[in-house]
C-alpha cells in the first residue's frame, strides 16, 4: 500500500448526499478477478450515456477536474454495499482523498486498506470546502495527515479526527495482514481456550 | 459502573483475542461466508504472499451473484466474466480447502439463506462475509457483518479481523402489527424514521413484543436491512424459536454439544440495566405497508401516500429527491396507489426464504397476473426451491403467470442476465432502490412478498389490505 503523508490537489465537488456504491461502480464492472482498471468506469452510469459518450455536464467529466485527486462530497458518502471496488475504481482513477460529513461504515473501512483518506469535516466546513472546489484547477486543496490539517485554497485550516491505529497505517503504507501475523501466537491462545469453551464453533 | 452488558457487548467481549491501548481490537471470527465477487482478489492475495487459509473448517463458500438463474444453467455461464468468477470460486475453495456448494449442489443458493439452512450460523457467533447484507445472521443473535475484500483475505489468513466497538442502539417495536404488516415493512419504516445514516456507528438490537411474534424467516429480514439503515450490524437475542431452527441442522452441534451451547445460547441478551446509546421505539400497530418511491432505501412511506415534494425535505436531500423523482418517473402529489409497473421480482436474501414463497403465494391463489406484466419468483436456495414444489407454491406461482428460477440473487443487483430494461418499473422484494441497481435506468420499488403479489395481480402499486 502507498503511504499517505500530503497532498495538495485539485477536489471535484460533488453535493449530492447518499452517493451509493452503485453510482462509485455499477455491478457490471465487479466480475474483474482483478483489483485494478476500474478508473476507467468510475461512476460509469453518471459519467457516460448508455453509448458510452461522456456526459458532459458531470464534473469528472469538465476540464477541471479531469485530474481531481480529492472528492468533496454530500453526507453518508459510500453508503450501500460492501464492495471493495468502490475505493479500487477511485484509486485508479486517480483519487486519494474524500471530504464529506460521513461515512457508509465498510466504505470509510475499505479506504484505509487502499491508501485513501476519508475525511470526516463538520457541514460548514465542507459547504466551505465545496465552494472552494467549484473553483476548479484555480483552487487546490492541502491535507497533512501527519497535523490532521485542511486547508482551502485560501488558507482556511480545518482540523479533523482519525483512528491513531489507521492513520498510523497511512502513514507508513502498512498491510493489516502483515502486522496481525505478528500477533499469530496470541490468537493461537485465544483459539485454543475458545474451542475448549465452545467445542461447537 | 455497572456490569450490566447489552448482547452486543457479550457477543464482542467473548471474541476479542487481542486489545490494544486505544480500543483495537482483535476479534476472533468463528464463520466466514465467501462468494464468488468479492474474493477472487483475496484469494490471490494469499497466493501471492505464500499464506494458507487459517481455518478452512469455518470457511463456506458458494456462488450466488453471477449465477444464471434460468432452468438450462447446467449448460454453463454465456458470459465470460461471470463464469472466469465463478470458476475462480470453483478453484479457490478446492485449492484451499474450504467448504463450498457449487452451482450444481442442491443445496446452493445466497449465502446469507445457505448459512443459515446449513446450521453454519448459530447464536452469539460472529460472522463474516464479503457482502454487505450478512447483516442477516444477526437474527440469530451472531454479530454479523459486512467486510471488504483486504478484510476478507485478512480473515482468511488469520482469522481476525482489526476492529474498534460501534455504540449500541436499540429498537424496540412494541405490541402487534396488524394484518397485511410484515417484517419488511418493519424494518423500511424504521430506515424511513432513522434516515440511511441513522445507524452509522452502531449495532442496531432490534427488540419488543412485534419482534419476539416474528418467525426466524422475518427476523432475518429484518436484520438483513440493518445495513440500510448504516448500522455495522443487526442483532436479535435468541430465544426458543432460534434454538428450535437451529436444532438439527446439518452444521448445528449434537448431543452434549448441543445441551452445553444451548446452556450458553440462553445467555446470549441485554441485561435489564444495560446501557444503549441511543434508543427508538416504534408501535407495532403504527406500521403500516409500506413502499419505497425514490432511490434510497429511506425513501419509504405508507402504501396509501402521495409522491412527495422536493420541498417536503431540508438540505441536501431538496436535490437528492428533485434527482431520484426524475430518474423515477414519478411527480410529487400523485398517488402511489396509481403507478403503473412492469415487472415483479420476488427473491433476494431479504425476502427469498420459504415463508416469502408462502405469503406471495397465498395473494396469489386462483389469480392471475396482470396481462403484459412480467414475473418472477427466484428462492434464496435449492432447498427453498425443492420445498416449495413440495407445499404447491410453485404451481400456484406458474399458473398465475411468474417464471418459476433456480437460486441466485438474481435481480436483486442485476450481475447476471436477470435485469431491468431502462424505464421498466419493478415492484421488488430485495433490499435496494439505488439507481441502476436492477439495471440501467430501471425504476426499484421495495416492498414486502405480499404487497408485491398485490401489484403483479393489479399491474400496480397496491394496498395488499383490499385483497385480503
Known amino acids: 500500500m502507498e503511504k499517505f503523508n500530503k497532498l495538495t490537489g485539485i477536489a471535484a465537488p460533488m453535493p449530492l448526499v447518499n452517493i451509493d456504491t452503485d453510482m462509485i461502480i455499477p455491478k457490471q464492472f ?161 483459539e485454543e481456550n475458545y474451542q475448549k469453551k465452545m467445542p461447537w464453533v | 459502573m455497572s456490569t450490566a452488558k447489552t448482547l452486543y457487548d457479550k457477543i464482542w467481549d467473548a471474541h476479542i483475542a487481542h486489545q490494544d491501548q486505544d480500543g483495537t481490537c482483535l476479534l476472533y471470527i468463528d464463520r466466514h461466508l465467501v462468494h464468488e465477487v468479492t474474493s477472487p482478489q483475496a484469494f490471490e492475495g494469499l497466493r501471492m504472499a505464500g499464506r494458507t487459509v487459517r481455518a478452512p473448517h469455518k470457511t463456506i463458500a458458494v456462488p450466488d451473484h453471477n449465477v444464471p438463474t434460468t432452468l438450462d444453467r447446467v449448460k454453463g455461464i454465456d458470459n465470460l466474466e461471470s463464469r472466469i468468477q465463478v470458476e475462480a470460486l470453483d478453484k479457490n475453495a478446492k485449492d484451499f480447502g474450504v467448504h463450498y456448494y457449487p452451482v450444481s449442489d442442491v443445496r446452493q443458493g445466497i449465502v446469507h439463506i445457505v448459512g443459515p439452512e446449513q446450521g453454519w450460523t448459530l447464536p452469539g457467533m460472529t460472522v463474516v462475509c464479503g457482502d454487505s447484507h450478512t447483516a442477516t445472521h444477526g437474527a440469530f443473535g451472531a454479530l454479523a457483518h459486512g467486510i471488504g475484500t483486504s478484510e476478507v483475505e485478512h480473515v482468511l489468513a488469520t482469522q481476525t479481523l482489526i476492529q474498534k466497538k460501534s455504540l449500541n442502539m436499540k429498537v424496540e417495536i412494541t405490541g402487534s402489527l396488524k394484518p397485511g404488516v410484515t417484517a419488511k415493512d418493519i424494518t423500511l419504516s424504521v430506515i424511513g424514521k432513522t434516515g440511511t445514516a441513522g445507524g452509522t456507528g452502531y449495532v442496531i438490537e432490534y427488540c419488543g413484543d412485534a419482534i419476539k411474534e416474528l418467525s426466524m424467516e422475518g427476523r432475518m429480514t429484518i436484520c438483513n436491512m440493518a445495513i440500510e439503515g448504516g448500522a455495522r450490524a443487526g442483532l436479535i437475542a435468541p430465544d426458543e424459536k432460534t434454538f428450535a431452527y437451529c436444532e438439527g441442522r446439518p452444521h448445528a452441534p449434537k448431543g452434549e454439544e448441543w445441551k452445553q451451547a444451548l446452556k450458553y445460547w440462553q445467555t446470549l441478551f441485554s441485561d435489564e440495566d444495560a446501557h444503549f446509546d441511543k434508543v427508538i421505539t416504534i408501535k407495532g400497530e403504527d406500521i403500516a405497508p409500506v413502499v419505497t418511491w425514490g432511490t434510497s432505501p429511506e425513501d419509504v412511506l405508507p402504501i396509501n401516500s402521495k409522491v412527495p415534494a422536493p420541498n417536503d425535505f431540508e438540505g441536501g436531500k431538496v436535490e437528492a429527491v428533485k434527482r431520484s423523482l426524475k430518474y423515477m418517473g414519478l411527480n410529487p402529489g400523485m398517488s402511489l396507489e396509481d403507478v403503473t409497473i412492469d415487472t415483479v421480482f420476488i427473491g433476494s436474501c431479504t425476502n427469498g426464504r420459504i415463508e416469502d414463497l408462502r405469503a406471495a403465494a397465498e395473494i396469489l391463489k386462483g389469480k392471475k397476473i396482470k396481462e403484459g406484466l412480467r414475473g418472477m419468483v427466484v428462492p434464496g436456495s435449492g432447498l427453498v426451491r425443492a420445498q416449495a414444489e413440495e407445499e404447491g407454491l410453485a404451481d400456484i406461482f406458474k399458473e398465475a403467470g411468474f417464471e418459476w428460477r433456480l437460486a441466485g440473487c438474481s435481480m436483486c443487483l442485476a450481475m447476471n442476465p436477470d435485469q ?12 435496494r432502490n439505488f439507481e441502476g441497481r436492477q439495471g440501467r435506468g430501471g425504476r426499484t420499488h421495495l416492498m414486502s412478498p405480499q404487497m408485491a403479489a398485490a401489484a403483479a395481480v393489479t399491474g400496480k402499486l397496491t394496498d395488499v389490505r383490499d385483497l385480503l
Open chain 1, 30 to 190: 465487479l466480475k474483474t478477478i482483478k483489483r485494478s482498471g476500474l478508473g476507467a468506469n468510475l461512476f460509469d452510469e453518471m459519467r457516460f450515456d448508455k453509448d458510452g459518450n461522456e456526459i458532459p455536464d458531470f464534473v469528472l467529466n469538465k476540464k477541471a477536474y479531469k485530474n481531481a485527486e480529492i472528492i468533496v462530497a454530500g453526507e453518508n458518502f459510500g453508503c450501500g454495499s460492501s464492495r471493495e471496488h468502490a475505493p479500487w475504481a477511485l484509486l485508479d482513477f486517480g483519487i486519494k482523498c474524500v471530504i464529506s460529513i460521513s461515512y457508509a461504515d465498510i466504505f470509510y473501512n475499505n479506504c484505509f486498506k487502499n491508501g485513501i483518506l476519508p475525511i470526516v469535516l463538520k457541514p460548514e466546513e465542507v459547504d466551505l470546502l465545496m465552494e472552494d472546489s467549484k473553483n476548479g484547477e484555480n483552487a487546490r486543496i492541502s491535507i497533512d495527515l501527519e497535523r490532521q490539517i485542511v486547508q482551502s485554497s485560501e488558507g482556511i485550516e480545518f482540523s479533523f479526527e482519525i483512528d491513531e491505529f489507521k492513520k498510523h497505517c497511512l502513514l507508513n503504507g502498512l498491510d493489516d495482514i502483515g502486522l496481525t501475523m505478528e500477533k499469530v501466537s496470541i490468537i493461537d491462545e485465544f
Open chain 2, 420 to 431: 431491468l430494461q431502462p424505464g421498466e418499473r419493478c415492484a421488488a422484494t430485495s433490499n
